[in-house]
């Protein structure tokens, strides 16, 4: 039995981008119940060599409509990674599931053998089926980006869990 790589993609960005946004609202709500300027949050890190919370949850909504775009063989929406706030964060996020949920299992489907061209840092290239995009490199970039933004909210003490997390699915 396959499974279409548009249900392999589609529906576990859009599952894990809303409850990434329900895990923000959880936290927003947190900085203002415990008086916490939400800068601090916004800018927390697990460890100083890690990107900051804002800049994870920009690289999860990246990986959630570039890596879509690309399977569907459609330009990747530009967004200028200058979100400060929550407020900020939430409309960044509603702004990919609306990307997301424009696209079609028809324009999805069939991506296994696309041929995809990364280029993580010039000069090198690495090419990929769309099958081993998806699955190798795409949604694992997603998911580490959202696992840290869970982490770092989590370990400044918002309260939140695995089922907060996942989110309904």
Avoid at 13 to 30: G, I, P, S, T, W
Avoid at 72 to 92: C, K, M, W
Avoid at 113 to 123: D, F, H, S
């Amino acid at each position: 039995m396959t499974i279409s790589m548009y249900s392999a993609s589609i529906p576990v960005f859009k599952q894990m981008l809303n409850a990434m946004n329900d895990v923000l609202v959880k936290a927003e709500a947190h900085a203002t119940e415990k008086k916490i300027e939400p800068n601090a949050l916004l800018q927390a890190r697990l460890f100083p060599d890690m990107l900051p919370l804002v800049r994870q949850v920009q690289i999860a909504a990246d990986f959630a409509k570039s890596v879509p775009a690309r399977l569907a063989g459609i330009e990747v929406p530009s967004y200028e990674d200058n979100e400060q706030t929550f407020a900020e964060l939430h409309a960044r996020i509603a702004k990919t599931l609306a990307f997301i949920d424009g696209l079609s299992a028809a324009q999805i489907d069939g991506s296994e053998g696309l041929e995809i061209v990364l280029r993580p840092g010039t000069p090198k290239e690495k090419k990929l089926s769309g099958q081993a995009y998806l699955l190798s490199y795409g949604l694992p970039q997603f998911f580490f980006h959202v696992t840290t933004t869970y982490a770092i909210l989590r370990h400044n003490g918002v309260e939140i869990g695995k089922r907060d997390f996942m989110g309904a699915f």
